[in-house]
């Protein structure tokens, strides 16, 4: 399988952009990816956007062909894509399909939301909807209340205490509080976790990520056009997608990991690598249960074992799988649509050794990120390397 | 390049549908094309929903797991993209790449819309923001007051009288009135067009297509696994893509028909195919007056001679270039992000000798779609052949 390089990437902060449209998002960080590629907007071949709900919270849409226009790609196709949480690397997808299918060149995947324009009911019914509405939400198993089984039959399965599963918040934070593109930045204790006020029992609120404003852009382009471009080659070397159930279904529950594991296979296997491989790692983790779940999936940590491991310090900067030391989404704020180019843009920092939070030494020769989404309806993984 | 083949092909009828949700639309269409593939809903490796505006109209997200879950594609992954009324075709065109990428064997793209259930008022602002809201739509220039200036300039350019433009709706409805699949079932004069109300001068009522509740779905596959179905082979032989700009831009109204041309040419010659070879085409006619650009920017008659090829009979299905027989969107119903995929489901059945409504004879050996969307912002196209 040819491979699919990272030729250029480019960020927003995350946060209240009060003085920013969502237009304006995507045009920052697009244009910062087209300056770090060294290309003209000319080059781009396709055009992609990730987002989950600008209808809901801009009143905007077709943001494919707003974007190509504004950023001068017009007159290369364009189109917004959306698969919940894991929008951001499905934007990512159909570029490397269209590169791996010989279609296209270059191609432009920008993921962004702007959410902080609406009220928390407004933005709380958006979010809703990437569930089963009419079998799920109008019940009450909304993303906390759904999430909140799966963490509870974790702590319940695992001899887990809650205290246990706060070193994941304070983990995360520590690092979050490094970055200034991250939303939170504070450092917190378990003790500041488990007096932060309970949302859906047992998740408390310092274990759930914020609504933010953000945009980021991956430029994906050929493996040649990679080589020639006179960079230091990254290289998109595995890849793996999956769909899953609602929260209504036993693997969502008791086997919540699954859903991680069936995208992350695939994707070890197409790279030819195994996690023992992997020098840094985004994992998803708008709730703070969903790190452990993924590094299980994904299979760094055995079933049942990766709280102890982040407790004990094993996902750090310096420990045996650098996990989120972006601050992850948790930290960062989690842009719907823009969570999965996010994840790409700071594993890329990470490999070229200039990332804008805590660097991992040595710089990073393999990265991953796990973007899973919706009640633990979607997922997708991809592998970098250098060679 | 390989070509990508059509396994299955599923539709709803267009209209109110009282009685069904969003996900009972996306259910009915796709299990009649998984029915027609002859294959299992497990041997389908993708999930694509083409869908425009499902937040505004259902309060509903995330309909590509919904869909991979109900209809037992899961694990398949699956999303959701748009490029508004171009949805349904760039939802056949991820799937296509995945295809070509060799990455899936087979691959179900569903469009569906179901537009009826919220107010005309907030049904059109839905529309809306597919066009650029902060500098359009706050402005008066909708959908229909942008299509009527370049209505209005074609008029002015080519010498048609409104008169002579009515014959677009006249003779879509011709067809529409014999397709029991399509919303508006009567069959009107000349005289009908230019009575019915005035919508934005020179557009009148009865030269805009109405809202509807549709879906419709295509399987597609690898060139390999059409030969060995069994099945009388239909292949995709040809795409191109492209995005454009908005009302507020010059080629918009000057030249609105550039948009199309760019979509397909490059579509023509992947194909190796030109204009005289096609026997039957699917022009997309949200707005009458978008027929004739089709026409014209495909290169089917020259610039500013189409609206006299309409009116002389040589769109007919037994004229020079069988256009809309199915009734077009103007009479079927224009389910924004079923468009795509209604055009396909309907080239397919021309050319296997079954359309529900008129049928083009002899049966077709090669078919075309044009599906533009937006402001004059997306246009993708495609070419079917049987070997």
């Known amino acids: 399988m040819p491979r699919v390089g990272v030729l250029g990437v480019g960020k927003t902060k995350n946060g209240f952009h009060r003085d920013k449209s969502l237009r304006d998002l995507m045009m920052e960080a697009s244009q910062k990816a087209i300056e ?39 007159p290369a196709p364009s189109a917004c894509i959306e698969s919940a949480c894991a929008t951001g690397s499905w934007a990512m997808y159909v570029g490397y399909m269209g590169i791996l299918a010989g279609l296209y060149d270059a191609v432009l995947a920008c993921g962004v939301e702007k959410m902080t324009d609406v009220s928390t009911e407004k933005g709380t019914f958006a979010i ?80 759930i990520c914020p609504m933010t404003d953000s945009a980021s852009t991956v430029i994906l382009c050929r493996e040649e056009m990679m080589r020639e471009s006179g960079k230091e080659p990254i290289y998109i070397t595995g890849s793996g997608a999956t769909s899953g159930t609602y929260y209504n279904s036993t693997d969502q529950l008791e086997d919540n990991y699954v859903l991680v594991e069936r995208a992350a296979k695939p994707c070890f296997e197409m790279a030819g690598l195994s996690p023992e491989d992997i020098d840094v790692l985004e ?55 823009g969570t999965g180019t996010s994840q790409a843009v700071d594993i890329v920092e990470q490999m070229r050794g200039n990332f804008t939070g805590v660097q991992v030494e040595p710089i990073p020769e393999i990265g991953m990120m796990i973007n899973r989404g919706g009640p633990g309806s979607v997922c997708i993984c991809y592998t970098y390397q250098k060679e």
């Open 36 to 74: 770090d590629a060294g290309i003209s907007p000319k080059n781009i071949q396709m055009v992609v956007v990730g987002n989950s709900s600008s209808q809901m919270f801009n009143s905007e849409n077709n943001l494919g062909a707003m974007l190509s226009d504004h950023i001068g790609a017009t």
């Open 128 to 207: 809703a909807q990437s569930a089963d509405v009419s079998t799920e939400y109008f019940t009450g198993l909304t993303f906390p209340s759904g999430v909140a089984l799966y963490q509870a039959r974790y702590i319940d399965r695992w001899g887990a205490s809650e205290e246990d599963l706060c070193h994941v918040s304070v983990k995360n934070h520590y690092y979050g509080a490094r970055n200034p593109y991250a939303q939170l930045r504070f450092e917190c204790t378990v003790e500041d976790v488990m007096k932060s006020p309970y949302v859906a029992y047992p998740i408390k609120l310092y274990e």
């Open 283 to 337: 994992c998803y983790n708008a709730f703070a249960i969903q790190e452990p779940l993924g590094l299980e999936g994904a299979g760094f940590f055995p079933l049942g074992e990766s709280w102890k491991a982040v407790r004990d310090g094993l996902t750090h900067h310096d420990g045996k799988i650098p996990t989120n030391i972006s601050g992850g989404v948790l930290t960062k704020g989690h842009p719907l649509g």
